[in-house]
Nanobody, 126 residues
């Protein structure tokens, strides 16, 4: 059983930077699993943000150039470095994991992932 725990959420100003962490524990570390970040606001569907699948990284268009997903395999932690934050980035951010996937995998779909963290709140004020 894989456990995920997010941290790093905060209240920040527009234009600020913030780094979220996702600690991965259980049977293995992040190097055997694809780990993604999703976000959700009240009344909306959970939205894909970014995923790291071995050495490949994918982002939703709205965060390209502003967010970076990375991992520290020694610490078994996956990060989401966010810069140039905007009020529309306000959401609860979740990390999710699934075994490393092939090119046919729908990595933007929340139901594709087996494990989820509890979420961390990011609020960006204007």
């Amino acid at each position: 059983q894989v456990q995920l725990a997010e941290s790093g959420g905060a209240l920040v100003q527009a234009g600020d930077s913030l780094r979220l962490s996702c600690a991965v524990s259980g049977r293995t570390g992040p190097y055997d699993y694809a780990v993604a970040w999703f976000r959700q606001t009240p009344g909306k569907e959970r939205e894909f943000v970014a995923v790291q699948n071995w050495n490949d990284r994918y982002y939703v268009d709205s965060v390209k150039g502003r967010f970076t997903i990375s991992s520290d395999n020694v610490k078994n932690t996956v990060y989401l470095q966010m810069s140039g934050l905007k009020p529309e980035d306000t959401a609860v951010y979740y990390c999710a994991a699934t075994p490393l996937f092939s090119s046919s995998f729908d990595f933007q779909r929340p139901t594709s992932y087996d494990y989820w963290g509890q979420g961390t709140q990011v609020t960006v004020s204007s």
